[in-house]
Structures are given as structure tokens and as C-alpha cells.
């Protein structure tokens, strides 16, 4: 028999450069448990308040509540509020109704999380190994998935077929190449501020230049950053990639002249790219790893300033 104290099975917490993940979870899930999704059920909170009905799903009407966690989640409206939801109602009932999926090796788990409590590692779990935690929690927790059909069965492999024809009409469209342009202009724009942020809060010499529309260089204590944006058609991606090197000194561009040519320290490329939401970002080709753009400008930065430091340090010890 159905507990009718939970109109959801499971119910999902996450930042919004997340959303992806969540939506693939989701429609692993959804034909055989009740899921509450925010993008999917807008419909059905609209008129209501926001606050009050979030806080009612997350403390209440949810078996399970799946967060998928990075160190920002807490922070924006939406998941401070759900976080609150949570805190009171594990005061009531502990944690066991709440699963952590950290999707950064960086991320460090809140706090006041008692450290016996369970969490999936995406990277090694995945997402159906992650989906089958979930659904083994919710029968752990009393719950009844319903068994997928044929037809149920069916109808997600279609979605998912669905969902890869309409990425690579995407990727290989003029709207698709409009969007990549778009979204290296906002690289270079996070990369500005981000830069001026370190620069005015800690004093850190970080500078960023324009070279083009499609090309950057980020130095910093000897080391510079070229960003590159390689493509070469109007009205598809295939081929096109973001460069990132690393190089000892200024980046070789034409018209530079060097009395020492530069080495390069490092080099790295992405994929624009567009998950089953309309989010869009970039994939390391060598990890598969997607990013939204801010979250990539922070990333490329991170790692240009660890090169400083690691200069820095074997200059000292030298």
C-alpha cells in the first residue's frame, strides 16, 4: 500500500549548472518511481509560494531527497531554502532520508553532514549506478517503485534518442555557432572580472588581454594563458575547439618578436557542447567532464595560478 504522507518518492536539490545531471537522473527514474524535478513541475508551483512550497517538499512530501552536491549548493536562494528543509527535518527524523552525490573531486560535504552518512560518488558510480543507489534507498525507506513496462521502457529510450538528434541538429547549426560565439565572449568576460575579483581582494597580478574576438591572453608572474577559439564554419561545429595553453612567458602570436622563443608548459581542449537541457558549456575531450562557461573560466584560472605557484616554489628551493 502507497504511504500517502509522501506525494514524491524522491525529490532533487541542485545549482542550476547541475540541472543536467539532475534531468538524466531523473528520466532514469521517473517511469517507476514519482519524482519531483523543478524544471518539470513549474506548472504545477505556479501561483503558489515559492519558499513554502519548496520547503513543504523537501521537509514532507519526499521519501528521498537527492542532492547533487558542489561546494556552491546553500548558496543560491532555491538551495539555501532547501537546505534549511533538510536540517529541520533530519532535527526530527536524521539523515537517513537524504543522499549526497558530490559531482566534484574538490567539493567537501557540509559540515554539519555526520560523516556516517551515505553519499555516491558520481564519478565512480555514474549515472545509472547512482540511479540504482536512489532507487535501493526509496525500498529501503518503504517505498514501491513501480516495475518499467515495455512500453515505459520504451518511451525512455525514445526520449533519449530524442534528446541526441536534437543536440547534434543543435551542434551542427547556425544557431549552434552563434551560441558557441556567444558563450566565448562571456569566457572572456568571466575571465576579466573573475581576474579583477582576485586582483582588488587579494592583490594577486593577474591580467587579461583581448587579442580578438576569438583570442585571449591571461598572464600572471611569468606565466601566460593563450585562449583560443578554432573554428571554420558558419554553420557547424564539427572540428571547432577552445585551446588552452600554457606557456613560460608571452604566447607566440603573429606579429611578436621574441629574442628567446617561448616554451609551452601545457596544453588542453574543449568541446562546445549542449546537455539534455537547453544548458550549454564545454567538455574536456580528455575527461568528459562538462562545464557551464563561468564554471570553466574559474577552472582555467585555478590552474594557472597553481603553475605560478608551483614556478614560484621551485625557484625558492632552486
Not at 525514445?158 to 543543435?170: L, S, W, Y
Request: proline share 3%; glycine share 6%; with cysteine.
Amino acid at each position: 500500500m502507497a504511504d500517502e504522507r509522501y506525494e514524491y518518492e524522491v525529490a532533487f536539490s541542485f545549482v542550476k549548472d547541475d540541472e543536467a545531471i539532475a534531468t538524466a537522473l531523473n528520466d532514469l527514474l521517473q517511469d517507476r518511481l514519482s519524482t519531483f524535478l523543478y524544471s518539470k513541475r513549474q506548472e504545477e508551483l505556479a501561483g503558489t509560494d515559492g519558499e513554502q512550497s519548496f520547503n513543504e517538499i523537501f521537509s514532507q512530501k519526499s521519501r528521498i531527497v537527492v542532492v547533487i552536491y558542489r561546494n556552491e549548493w546553500g548558496d543560491s536562494p532555491w538551495t539555501r531554502i532547501e537546505e534549511t528543509a533538510i536540517r529541520n527535518r533530519a532535527y526530527e527524523e536524521g539523515y537517513a532520508f537524504v543522499i549526497f552525490i558530490p559531482v566534484e573531486d574538490s567539493a567537501k560535504l557540509p559540515r554539519w553532514l555526520p560523516k556516517t552518512q551515505l553519499w555516491v560518488g558520481f564519478k565512480r558510480w555514474g549515472l545509472e549506478g547512482a540511479a540504482s543507489v536512489i532507487e535501493a534507498r526509496v525500498q529501503e525507506a518503504g517505498g514501491e517503485p513501480r516495475e518499467e513496462s515495455a512500453t515505459d521502457k520504451a518511451a525512455r529510450m525514445q526520449r533519449q534518442i530524442d534528446a541526441e538528434v536534437a543536440r547534434k541538429a543543435f551542434l551542427n547549426s547556425i544557431e549552434g555557432v552563434k551560441a558557441a560565439l556567444e558563450e566565448v565572449n562571456n569566457l572572456f568576460a568571466f575571465f576579466e572580472s573573475i581576474s579583477a575579483e582576485i586582483r582588488g581582494k587579494s592583490g594577486f597580478e593577474i591580467n587579461c588581454k583581448r587579442v580578438n574576438d576569438r583570442k585571449m591572453d591571461i598572464c600572471a608572474i611569468g606565466y601566460c594563458l593563450a585562449i583560443d577559439w578554432n573554428y571554420s564554419s558558419w554553420n557547424t561545429l564539427d572540428r571547432s575547439y577552445l585551446s588552452i595553453s600554457t606557456w613560460n612567458g608571452l604566447p607566440p602570436r603573429s606579429g611578436r618578436n621574441f629574442l628567446e622563443k617561448p616554451k609551452q608548459v601545457s596544453k588542453s581542449k574543449f568541446n562546445f557542447d549542449r546537455k539534455w537541457t537547453e544548458n550549454v558549456g564545454w567538455v574536456d575531450s580528455g575527461e568528459s567532464q562538462f562545464l557551464s562557461t563561468e564554471r570553466l573560466a574559474e577552472y582555467i584560472l585555478k590552474k594557472l595560478m597553481g603553475r605560478v605557484h608551483k614556478g614560484q616554489v621551485g625557484k625558492r628551493n632552486s
